[in-house]
């Protein structure tokens, strides 16, 4: 267990505790868990817009020759012939088809990419690039530590954003675009983790405070922006279907039984010489020809006690999966869960339980997402 004096700090620290966040070690961080409550910070987000500190996950900058060449090599999703701007997010694997993390790389430049994945994978993900750089010709700069980042969500956000910049609020979903302010340059990406519209800004760390100063300056407004902690960003994830990791996926669980099909390309690079094939590509095809034994989705429950990761799901009183992630949802209002079940219990409709313990709550399989704002 981590002390404090241990956990590492994001340069929002300061104006997190200033402003009465509750914090708490996360992935070796000390991270805002909320400031008021969980519930309201969701639905402010849902209603208005909230600033998430998101600092603590991976930035890694590749450049070079061969950067794309072996981008694709590690990543499911095929990398060569984004466009300069475009953001994917893409799975790595092992050898076996389980993933090792989960990652949003974009396009920078020619032969530059960004890439940002999950803080409790960062080093893991270092050392896996360093055994398969191998000939590959590229740069790679851990730039974690020198920048800071932030996620700005919520159907009020792109209002919030015109008054700084008329390009960002007519960028397309997963695009990204460099602004300077200040002679300070910004990344700036239509993406998130919410499942409303918002940005992600990575900036350089010294100017951080500013930044935040700037877009929260008139809090006390209903259709603002107000910050808010993990508790209700892995609330809001939920509610959308995203994958967690450490929940529906890990090294153990491969991206298809995960239902994340549209990030893996089984086909890259088979006919096409110029284009790498991803490592555990090989396993996750015969995977997909042999067919799924098990898939995840979601389930809605009677009653009010939220599901936990690990808890059973049953039918008929046999085991046929179990809970990834669960939660008493603000937007619903009733109990939610991503399982991970038998493909054949998978079907919308289907009646299910929960195990919680010293009862069960019935319940109704669902697709993905609980909740869209499209």
């Not at 000939?135 to 700084?164: H, N, R, Y």
Request: glycine share 8%; charged share 25%.
């Amino acid at each position: 267990m981590s002390t404090t004096a241990e956990l590492s700090r994001t340069p929002f620290h300061d104006y997190h505790v200033q402003h009465g966040a509750n914090m708490v070690p996360y992935a070796g961080w000390e991270m805002p868990l909320l400031y008021s409550s969980i519930i309201e910070e969701h639905k402010q987000v849902r209603n208005s817009g909230g600033l998430f500190d998101v600092s603590h996950m991976g930035r890694i900058r590749f450049s070079g020759r061969d950067a794309c060449r072996f981008l694709d090599r590690i990543c499911t999703r095929k990398i060569h012939g984004t466009a300069i701007g475009q953001a994917r997010y893409t799975i790595i694997c092992n050898e076996r088809g389980g993933c090792l993390d989960d990652a949003l790389v974009t396009r920078l430049d020619e032969n530059e990419y960004m890439m940002v994945c999950n803080a409790a994978n960062r080093e893991k993900l270092l050392q896996h690039f360093a055994v398969e750089k191998r000939e590959f010709v590229f740069k790679q700069v851990d730039e974690t530590t020198k920048t800071a980042m932030i996620a700005l969500q919520g159907p009020k956000v792109m209002d919030l954003l015109s008054a700084f910049s008329s390009e960002i609020p007519n960028l397309k979903r997963y695009r990204s675009t460099t602004k300077s302010l200040l002679m300070v340059k910004f990344i700036v990406s239509r993406t998130g983790y919410t499942g409303e519209d918002g940005v992600e800004v990575i900036l350089p760390s010294m100017f951080a405070n500013k930044a935040v100063e700037m877009m929260l300056k008139n809090m006390d407004s209903p259709d603002t922006v107000k910050p808010c902690g993990l508790g209700a960003r892995d609330s809001l994830r939920l509610e959308s279907g995203m994958a967690l990791y450490g929940h529906e996926i890990d090294e153990d669980t491969d991206p298809l039984t995960a239902n994340l099909h549209f990030a893996v390309s089984l086909d890259k690079g088979i006919d096409d010489p110029d284009v790498e094939c991803f490592i555990g590509q090989e396993a996750l095809r015969r995977l997909n020809e042999s067919g799924l034994k098990q898939t995840t989705t979601g389930l809605v429950l009677e009653g009010r006690r939220a599901p936990r990761q690990g808890m059973p799901v049953l039918a008929d009183d046999q085991q046929v999966g179990v809970v990834t992630s669960g939660c008493l949802s603000p937007t619903l209002d009733k109990p939610i869960a991503i399982i991970r079940i038998d493909a054949d219990q998978a079907e919308p409709g289907t009646e299910l339980q929960v195990d919680l313990g010293r009862q069960k709550a019935a319940g109704a399989v669902t697709a993905l997402p609980f909740y869209s704002s499209r």
